[in-house]
């Protein structure tokens, strides 16, 4: 579930995945200011953890928009919805009623789809333009000072000492720390 121990280096690195999937380990890292095999180990682990589900790819609009259409639909049996290739992506909004997006070769697919004997289609709706808006990946993260335990939103001040990492709220707690 999310909400585990993600931190800032889990937060950028999602971030940078999510614009490109294809970058290296070695191009992460140097973003990342962390060496290749931490990148890796957070790669895998957000793999595990089942945060990072896929890597994919974005089309152009104009391939992205071909043949999309939106149908609103009921049915008793919604298991069915898996066995027709063009359904991409099934949405719940009632007890029996779905949004289904279809993304379709054939024209002549959308009747063959809407009339299926198993659900009653409500409406068809074409996808005439499609604008993404982008959104940083952010989640609130509460932060405990490793020196005097003060709780803290924003950005923490992260020291590296022995193979450890050690979160500061402020510059006074880092020195007293490096003290000890």
């Known amino acids: 579930m999310i909400g585990m121990?993600?931190?800032?280096?889990?937060?950028?690195?999602?971030?940078?995945?999510?614009e490109n999937s294809r970058i290296s380990i070695?191009?992460?890292?140097?973003?990342?200011?962390?060496?290749?095999?931490?990148v890796k180990s957070r790669l895998e682990r957000l793999d595990k953890e089942g945060i990072i589900k896929k890597y994919t790819i974005k089309l152009s609009d104009e391939l992205e928009n071909r043949g999309t259409v939106f149908i609103i639909a009921e049915?008793?049996?919604?298991?069915?919805?898996?066995e027709v290739e063009e359904i991409v992506?099934?949405?719940?909004?009632?007890?029996k009623r779905y949004i289904l997006k279809l993304a379709v070769s054939e024209i002549g697919r959308i009747a063959e789809i809407s009339n299926?004997?198993?659900?009653?289609?409500?409406?068809i709706i074409?996808?005439?333009?499609t604008k993404e808006?982008?959104?940083?990946?952010n989640i609130k993260i509460t932060f405990r000072c490793d020196y005097c335990g003060k709780e803290m939103d924003?950005?923490?001040?992260?020291?590296?000492h022995h193979n450890r990492v050690y979160v500061l709220c402020c510059r006074t707690c880092l020195d007293e720390f490096k003290r000890i």
């Open 126 to 129: 074409p996808v005439l333009e």
């Open 116 to 123: 299926a004997d198993w659900m009653e289609t409500i409406e």
């Open 75 to 82: 049915t008793h049996v919604p298991e069915r919805f898996e």
């Open 5 to 18: 121990n993600l931190d800032e280096f889990d937060l950028k690195l999602i971030n940078i995945l999510k």
């Open 154 to 160: 924003d950005k923490p001040i992260v020291y590296r």
């Open 89 to 95: 992506e099934v949405n719940r909004i009632s007890d």
């Open 26 to 38: 070695s191009e992460l890292s140097k973003m990342l200011n962390l060496s290749r095999q931490t």
């Open 133 to 137: 808006i982008e959104r940083p990946f």
